[in-house]
């Protein structure tokens, strides 16, 4: 097939970040307060969705949530994405407290827009998010999170409760020097679009996922 290499494209790495600006956000899952981020000496722009004071605070509710266009934005049934993070929002609004990480060029984890949606196309062809992302010459996962840790530290938080399934982004939030208290699951229904996803990111990317 013709596109059966593709390259990862640029983006930012361990770099250290800049503040760049904050606004009240209102939101169906109450008020936040939006900062945006931005690695030095990149374009890439992160943002933080944050409720309540954090700085100084132990143990905070906290989802490092990975760009998705097509989840987040366009409601595609394919991938838990969307729900996960509207699952999160709703978690911290009721907790009262907690911050939301959403980190940029990590669309398909870490492959790009285009690269995914060539992935989905191999995909309908029978293949799992794995098998297409290696068929296309491309990484399984090449997501990092120093900019997420170095956000969290910047807004003073000294340890975290992390809401996600992944063992291996708690591993690398430890690794970047951000204490990890808590691992707090995401419980999302699964349905004929998603069952297939969600089996192979158990099976194959260690996710804590019941699917007894």
Known sequence: ??????EVPARAGGELIEYVASSLLPTRHGDFRIHVYRAV????????????DLNGRENVLVRVHSECLTGDV???????C???????????????AG??????????RG?????????????????????ANVDLGLPVDTRDYQAAAQILHHMGVTSICLITNNPAKM??????GLRVAERIPVLIERTPHNTAYLRTKQEKLGHMLDFE
């Open 1 to 6: 097939m013709s596109e059966s290499k593709a």
């Open 41 to 52: 000496g990149e374009t890439v722009e992160h943002t933080v969705l944050v409720k309540g």
């Open 74 to 80: 366009f409601g595609s049934m394919r991938c838990d």
């Open 82 to 96: 969307g729900e996960q993070l509207d699952a999160a929002m709703a978690m911290i609004n009721e907790a009262g």
């Open 99 to 108: 911050a939301i990480v959403y980190l940029r060029g990590h669309e398909g």
């Open 111 to 131: 492959i790009g827009l285009a690269n995914k949606i060539r992935a989905y196309q191999l995909q309908d062809q029978g293949r799992d998010t794995v098998e």
């Open 171 to 176: 591993a690398k939030l430890e690794e970047s």
